[in-house]
C-alpha cells in the first residue's frame, strides 16, 4: 500500500468509539473555541465580502452558513472557514519547526458532513481524522521552511477528512487527496511583513477548493495517486512524508492548545508576562523608558523582526496582530488584547503607535548571533515543549520590573476547560444571550448524540456582536 492509499484507509477508518476520552473532551473543547472564533468574526469588512460574495453567486444550497442562509458545500466552507479563522484567535498545533491551526478543517468537514446528512458522531470523527493528518504533517514534514504555507498541508487534511465525513470509498479518498495535495501548495509569503488581509482568508480559500477536488473525485476525477512517492512529488518539492499511516491513532488532540489573548500564538506567553507587569503596578506610559521581551527563535522570526520581516510597523489589524511590538504596547496601555486592541482608532492612537517603538524583541543571548542562539539559547531550546519568555520593562530612573512565563493558561500544560471558554465566549460576544450561549454549550457538549442539524440549526441564531470592534479599515472592501 502506498503513503496516499495509507493516508485515504487511516481517514476512513477513524471512527468515533476508537477516540480516547481524553481525546474526545479536547475535540469537542476545540469545537466549541471554533464556533465563539466564528461568532465574534461576524461585522468583519473581508468576512463580509466573502459572505456578500457567496450570496451574489447564489444561494439556497444544502449546507447552513453561520449567522444564516445556506449555499453549495464548497461556498459554505468558504464563508464559515473565513468566520472561523478571521479574528485569529483560533487553536494552534506546535511542531518543532511548524505550526498549523487544525480548526481551519471544520468548516469544511462540516459542510461535507452536513450535505450527507451525516451524525454528530460522524462530524466528530471525521474532523478528528482531519486533525490528526493536519498535525502530524506539520510535526514531521514541515513545508514553511521551504517558503510554503501550512495550508498547504491543510488541502491534504480537508480532503481526507470530508471523504471521511462523506463516507467515500477507499479509492475516491485517494483520488481527492491527490488532486488536493497537488493543486493547492501555497506561498508563506502571506505569514510575511507586511501582512495583508489574505492572511486572514487563506485557509478559508483552500478548505473551499480542497472540498471541490474532494467533489470532483466523487465523480471519477483522478488526481496523481503517486504524490508521496513518485518523482516530482512531495519529498522532492515540499517534504518526505515519513508518518506509518497503518500504526497511526487519532491522539494528537491533547497536545493542541487554546488562545487566551487575541494575538498570534508565539506571543501569548509574552503578553501574559506582560500583563502579569502590569497587574503588579500602575505604570503610566510615559514612565517607561524601554520594554525588552526576550523569546525564543520561532517567536522572533514570525512576530519579532526575523525572517518574516519587521514588526516595528502596524496600521492594519493583521499587522497588528502579528506584531509583538504592537501587542506588548498595546497590552500595557489597555491591560489586555482581545479584538477591541484591533479597532482602526486603536491601532493608529499616538500612544500606542509611540510605545511600540519603545519595544524591543530579541533572542537570548543575542539576536545578532544566529548561530551561537541556535547552539545556546535555554528559549529556542525548550520549544515546543514549553514557550518561554521574559519579559523586562525599564523605567526611567533605571528601575527595572521583569517577569517570565514558560508557558501561559491554554497551553496544553495549562489546558483552557468548558469554563475558560464560556469566559472567553462572553468576553467576545457580550451581546449573545445567555440562552445562545448555553445552548451552543449543551449542542457542543452533546454532539455524538445529536444529529449535525442540531448544530447547524444554532447559526441563524447568531448576530453581529462585534461589528463596531472589527469594521473593515478598508470601506472599500466591501461592496
Known amino acids: 500500500m502506498d503513503k496516499l492509499e495509507a493516508m485515504a484507509k487511516f481517514a476512513l477508518g477513524t471512527s468515533y468509539e476508537e477516540i480516547s476520552e481524553e481525546a474526545k473532551e479536547r475535540l469537542k473543547l476545540h469545537l466549541f473555541d471554533t464556533l465563539i472564533c466564528a461568532i465574534g468574526a461576524q461585522g468583519a469588512g473581508p468576512v463580509e465580502a466573502v459572505r456578500g460574495m457567496a450570496n451574489e453567486f447564489g444561494t439556497g444550497g444544502r449546507c447552513t ?45 462540516l459542510a461535507a458532513t452536513e450535505y450527507a446528512r451525516g451524525s454528530g458522531a460522524d462530524f466528530l470523527a471525521a474532523l478528528a481524522a482531519a486533525y490528526q493528518i493536519q498535525c502530524r504533517l506539520a510535526e514531521t514534514s514541515p513545508v514553511m521552511k521551504e517558503g510554503f504555507d501550512h495550508t498547504t498541508h491543510l488541502a491534504l487534511s480537508v480532503a481526507a477528512g470530508a471523504s471521511r465525513a462523506m463516507k467515500l470509498n477507499p479509492a475516491q479518498t485517494a483520488n481527492a487527496i491527490a488532486c488536493s495535495g497537488n493543486q493547492l501548495a501555497a506561498l508563506v509569503v502571506v505569514r510575511a511583513s507586511p501582512n495583508s488581509q489574505l492572511k486572514g482568508l487563506a485557509s478559508a480559500l483552500t478548505a473551499s477548493w480542497a472540498l471541490q477536488a474532494t467533489f470532483l473525485a466523487t465523480r471519477g476525477i483522478t488526481g496523481p495517486i503517486g504524490l508521496f512517492e513518485c518523482p516530482k512529488g512531495y519529498p522532492e518539492s515540499l517534504a518526505p512524508i515519513e508518518i506509518d499511516w497503518e500504526k497511526e491513532k487519532p491522539d494528537v488532540l491533547p497536545r493542541c492548545l487554546l488562545k487566551r489573548y487575541n494575538a498570534e500564538v508565539h506571543t501569548q506567553s509574552t503578553l501574559e508576562a506582560t500583563l502579569e507587569i502590569r497587574s503588579r503596578e500602575t505604570i503610566l506610559a510615559e514612565e517607561i523608558e524601554e520594554v525588552k521581551a526576550e523569546v525564543f527563535r520561532t517567536a522572533y522570526d514570525i512576530v519579532g523582526n526575523g525572517e518574516y520581516g519587521s514588526r516595528h510597523t502596524a496600521h492594519t489589524k493583521e499587522q497588528a496582530d502579528h506584531s509583538l511590538p504592537y501587542l506588548v504596547a498595546v497590552a500595557l496601555l489597555d491591560g489586555d488584547v482581545m479584538p477591541e486592541q484591533f479597532r482602526p482608532e ?37 520549544y515546543p515543549d514549553e514557550m518561554r519568555a521574559r519579559v523586562t520593562v525599564t523605567l526611567k530612573g533605571g528601575r527595572q520590573l521583569v517577569a517570565e512565563r514558560k508557558d501561559y493558561h491554554g497551553f496544553r500544560t495549562r489546558p483552557f476547560d468548558w469554563s475558560d471558554l464560556e469566559t472567553k465566549f462572553e468576553r467576545i460576544a457580550p451581546n449573545l444571550s445567555n440562552e445562545i450561549r448555553g445552548d451552543v454549550v ?38
Open 65 to 109: 452558513l453561520i449567522g444564516g442562509g445556506s449555499a453549495a458545500p464548497d461556498r459554505a466552507a468558504l464563508v464559515n472557514t473565513a468566520h472561523t479563522r478571521y479574528l485569529d484567535f483560533m487553536d494552534n498545533f506546535l511542531g518543532a519547526k511548524e505550526t498549523c491551526h487544525p480548526c481551519d478543517n471544520v468548516g469544511a468537514v
Open 442 to 479: 449543551s449542542v457542543v457538549r452533546s454532539l455524538d448524540r445529536r444529529p449535525i442539524t442540531d448544530l447547524t440549526d444554532l447559526f441563524g441564531r447568531f448576530s453581529p456582536s462585534l461589528t463596531e470592534s472589527l469594521e473593515s479599515h478598508d470601506s472599500a472592501f466591501v461592496s
Open 346 to 382: 486603536r491601532i493608529e492612537s499616538p500612544d500606542v503607535q509611540e510605545l511600540m517603538k519603545r519595544v524591543t524583541v530579541e533572542v537570548p543571548p543575542s539576536e545578532s548571533d544566529v548561530q551561537l542562539a541556535k547552539q545556546t539559547d535555554p528559549f529556542t531550546e525548550k
